[in-house]
């Protein structure tokens, strides 16, 4: 059974450029959290998608980021025009939808802004 | 744990010894909790859950303890083993189905 696939596992933009992170989650789970975690510090909350539409995104910045989780393929996170306090790693997590089911995570994608 | 500032909570134990990891959660609502394991690299691992109508759930060789009274959790880990060695993070579930992460406690099993 695959797991969360998360790609690319590092990524490098230069500011101002744009950062796609990819997010395909595990067989038959339909729901999709993305969080983003400093060095030394808990993971906090972006998003949560179902497929096609945005459920929660109380977590993502207003400006920049966004995020889509289309019928096909994976789901995407977003980050335009980036600056260097978006350096971080941002894991995408998924469920099979119901209440009280466990996020289980991807390895992250570690995105380093020069 | 939890923490404030940069530093995680540090726990060093004695292989073979029994761990007891501690966190407290915020919301008095919360009617689910996972405890995840992270090392280093890689993404957080499911450990154990409980929901809120338990007070004890066994794994194995892990026990997560829930005290709704006054808010706290705790991992108990049995006969430690060096592969243990992790940050272990606390998680309740926020009103949209996401979860809570609280600060993380590093454990670190010495030989």
């Known amino acids: 059974n695959a797991g969360v696939m998360q790609n690319p596992r590092h990524l490098v933009r230069r500011r101002g450029q744009e950062a796609r992170l990819r997010c395909s989650p595990m067989?038959?789970?339909?729901?999709v959290y993305w969080y983003r975690q400093l060095p030394e510090e808990g993971l906090k909350f972006m998003v949560y998608?179902?497929?096609?539409?945005?459920?929660?995104e109380s977590g993502m910045p207003k400006e920049r980021f966004s995020a889509e989780f289309p019928k096909e393929g994976p789901s995407i996170l977003r980050i335009q025009q980036v600056v260097r306090g978006d350096s971080a790693a941002y894991f995408c997590?998924?469920?099979?939808?119901?209440?009280?089911?466990?996020?289980?995570f991807g390895d992250g994608t570690r995105l380093s802004i020069l | 744990g939890e923490s404030v500032g940069l530093h995680l909570p540090t726990l060093s134990v004695q292989e073979g010894d029994n761990s007891i990891i501690n966190c407290a959660y915020s919301?008095?609502?919360?009617?689910?909790f996972i405890w995840y394991k992270q090392e280093s690299g890689k993404g957080p691992q499911f450990i154990i859950d409980?929901?809120?109508?338990?007070d004890k759930r066994q794994g194995q060789r892990v026990t997560v303890l829930l005290n709704k009274t006054v808010k706290h959790l705790s991992l108990q880990i049995a006969a430690t083993q060096p592969g243990d060695s992790a940050v272990y993070f606390c998680?309740?579930?926020?009103?949209?189905?996401?979860?809570?992460f609280g600060a993380g406690t590093r454990l670190t099993v010495k030989p």
């Open positions: 409980i929901r809120s109508n338990m």
């Open positions: 998680a309740e579930r926020g009103n949209n189905n996401d979860m809570r």
């Open positions: 919301n008095s609502a919360s009617d689910y």
């Open positions: 997590a998924s469920s099979p939808g119901s209440l009280n089911q466990p996020q289980h």
């Open positions: 998608l179902q497929k096609e539409n945005i459920i929660d």
């Open positions: 067989k038959g789970h339909s729901h």
